[in-house]
């Protein structure tokens, strides 16, 4: 008998009583199809080395999902192991968009068996991944009471209710029922934020009862994070480093329910990007050491016949407003580029890595096993293009609230995007402007529409702004969501900044010793681009408000061109801050500060042969025209923040 089948019988005893009394609607008779002893993973009764690297389907264009897939299983790859993000299942409560094409996990899945490739699910509730709050919806902040991440009823009864709904998506590609799903993860390294066990084991019941494949969690290799993320009953492994840390885990983890094969289930192929003009990218090209490190661990790893997850196969793009942050006492932001460094890079592009780990794979499973990869398509290059004002920010706004003190976004209903604060001033008032307890996250103050300076959390030290307010003069302060913290850990050294998520401004503004009432509040979600220009007379100059920026261009092709042929990374070099949507798809963020200096613009969005309209919003224009091109050959780099010289 396989030991994990021991285990269920074992997880009789400590379950509570209802859980094991029958089976759950998705329970099948069956044999398990997927199981494990003390040593091995089987899949239908045969040895099973998991080989598997991470592919989350929200970051790619679901058009390229298959590409991305053929190209895991042509690296060598057996399984993809992928986040779900709530946020965008679920991004108004009781709002349910699996029949978005972004959001079709099934369908990934599926694609993924017919590939040839099995699937590990890690639905969270919580995934960090450098996303916005870890994956979680805003509106969660705004429920009465409730505590993330902890065995909170508000937060328990919210995430039951979600993974109930995804668990309903995918029932019938769970192995036990012939299709690729193997494995569901708990929660999401757990033992690095706390160690409330009965939150943890709450998880574990809520998918023992909507699913019938092994459950496992996944910790950093150490013992108080084996600790603290450990469930009775459900499989531990590890992540980072696997010399230490399968040694960890079988030091640690003494429980024979929590025992089994080891697997590395995120081993890390290099890191993500900060924003920071002292933050380089992250990349192993020329780092000779990194690249033989990799190859001496995969060797470590499969050598053994134990299990190893690539942590990311290939990152994909963090679209829109979607990246997250961690706090360091100032906001560490992490770039719209989710490119990691991975071997498949963010336009799905294999590289040096990709054939690097191929190569080493390939002495680990059957000759001719692995199929050959597709060559590279050329990416396009779309000339300079010069972009108009289309609209000022500040005559595009319409949804307002009136207020005695400041609302957060949360508050707004809002989630994502800016936030205007309006004061008029009816005395007069001088001295250091103060948004709140603090910057969340970068504010633009204004005088009567000139801009005055950026108080900026990217920063231990954020700008002192000075104003001087006369009877009748506007105050207008601007707050961008530069992405809500996704990731604490218990040696972070500070304050529990995964629990406070809020955006805009939080307290009382104060310039000088005086408290400043009486707000208009413009929620400024940026779903969309304006529809309409609204040019105004006034000439853009420096310290003009943020404006629209538009025109159309053309790509060669037909109906018939492939896709890729019009991938390409679009630039915007003579910009500061932004963002820019290309026919209404917001492509994310652009700073110059760095290190990304272009956004992955994906072929899926272009329209060969007829006009395609680019919009930019720039936050800090200076001047009446833009440029934007298009290039194949990326190009990263840092630059000093004109807001914070040196």
């Excluded at 005893?13 to 494990?36: E, H, I, M, N």
């Excluded at 409560?93 to 599926?110: D, M, S, Y």
């Excluded at 590939?115 to 805003?138: D, K, Q, T």
């Excluded at 290939?314 to 360091?328: D, Q, R």
Aim: net charge negative; aromatic share 12%; with cysteine.
């Amino acid at each position: 008998m396989r030991w994990y089948q021991t285990l269920l019988c074992l997880l009789a005893t400590v379950l509570p009583a209802g859980v094991w009394s029958s089976p759950s609607p998705t329970q099948s008779a069956a044999a398990p199809a997927f199981t494990y002893d003390r040593n091995s993973f089987y899949l239908n009764d045969e040895p099973f080395v998991i080989i598997g690297g991470q592919i989350d389907p929200q970051r790619i264009p679901p058009a390229y999902w298959r590409d991305r897939l053929l190209k895991a299983r042509a690296m060598g790859l057996n399984t993809i192991f992928s986040y779900i993000y709530w946020n965008l299942l679920e991004p108004s409560r009781g709002q349910w968009l699996n029949t978005e094409e972004i959001n079709n996990i099934a369908k990934f899945f599926q694609i993924a068996q017919e590939e040839g490739l099995s699937v590990i699910l890690r639905p969270g509730p919580y995934i960090c991944g450098e996303r916005e709050w870890g994956g979680f919806p805003a509106w969660l902040s705004q429920i009465p009471g409730v505590q993330v991440r902890t065995f909170n009823e508000p937060f328990m009864a919210a995430a039951k209710s979600y993974l109930e709904r995804l668990a309903d998506d995918l029932k019938d590609l769970q192995v036990t029922r012939g299709g690729p799903l193997l494995m569901v993860q708990v929660e999401n390294e757990y033992g690095s934020y706390g160690d409330n066990h009965n939150y943890t084991q709450g998880l574990r019941d809520i998918l023992l009862q909507n699913f019938e494949v092994p459950l496992y969690t996944n910790d950093g290799g150490v013992d108080w994070t084996l600790a603290g993320g450990e469930v009775p009953g459900v499989l531990a492994e590890i992540d980072g480093d696997p010399w230490s840390g399968f040694a960890a885990r079988d030091k640690y983890i003494t429980d024979p329910t929590e025992l089994g094969p080891l697997l590395d289930g995120e081993y890390y192929t290099l890191a993500p990007d900060f924003w920071g003009s002292d933050n380089p990218h992250n990349t192993s090209v020329g780092r000779a050491s990194q690249i033989e490190q990799f190859v001496k661990d995969l060797d470590y790893v499969l050598g053994a016949n134990n299990s190893i997850s690539l942590y990311m196969f290939h990152g994909g793009t963090n679209f829109g407003f979607s990246n997250g942050a961690i706090w360091k006492n100032f906001t560490a932001a992490f770039t719209t580029s989710y490119d990691y460094g991975s071997p498949l890079d963010e336009s799905g592009r294999t590289n040096d890595l990709y054939f690097t780990f191929r190569d080493t794979i390939q002495k680990y499973v059957p000759d001719g096993s692995i199929p050959d990869p597709p060559g590279n398509i050329p990416l396009l290059e779309i000339a300079n293009i010069t972009l108009a004002p289309m609209a000022s920010l500040f005559d595009t706004m319409e949804k307002k609230i009136s207020s005695t003190s400041p609302m957060t976004m949360e508050e707004f209903g809002q989630a994502y995007g800016l936030i205007l604060y309006e004061h008029q001033a009816n005395a007069s008032l001088e001295g250091i402007l103060q948004p709140g307890d603090r910057a969340r996250d970068r504010v633009i103050v204004y005088v009567n529409g000139r801009r005055q300076g950026v108080i900026d959390s990217t920063y231990n030290k954020p700008a002192e702004v000075s104003v001087s307010l006369q009877p009748g003069d506007t105050l207008q302060l601007l707050v961008e969501n530069l992405g809500r913290v996704d990731y604490w850990s218990r040696e972070s050294g500070t304050f529990v900044a995964l629990e406070d998520p809020y955006k805009g401004i939080v307290g009382d503004v104060t310039v000088g010793s005086e408290s400043v009432t009486r707000w208009d509040i413009y929620s400024i979600p940026l779903d969309a681009p304006p529809s309409a220009s609204k040019i105004s007379s006034e000439a853009i100059t420096a310290g003009s408000p943020p404006a629209f920026f538009s025109t159309t261009f053309q790509v060669e092709g037909d109906d018939n061109t492939d896709p890729a042929a019009l991938d390409t990374f679009l630039a915007v070099p003579d910009g500061v801050k932004g963002n820019v949507w290309v026919n209404g798809f917001n492509l994310g963020r652009y700073w110059i500060i760095g290190p990304q200096q272009s956004l992955y613009l994906p072929g899926t969005v272009l329209k060969p042969g007829v006009e395609n309209e680019v919009v930019v919003l720039e936050l800090e224009p200076n001047g009446d025209s833009l440029t934007a091109f298009g290039t194949a050959d990326r190009q990263w780099a840092n630059y000093p923040d004109p807001d914070y010289p040196k």
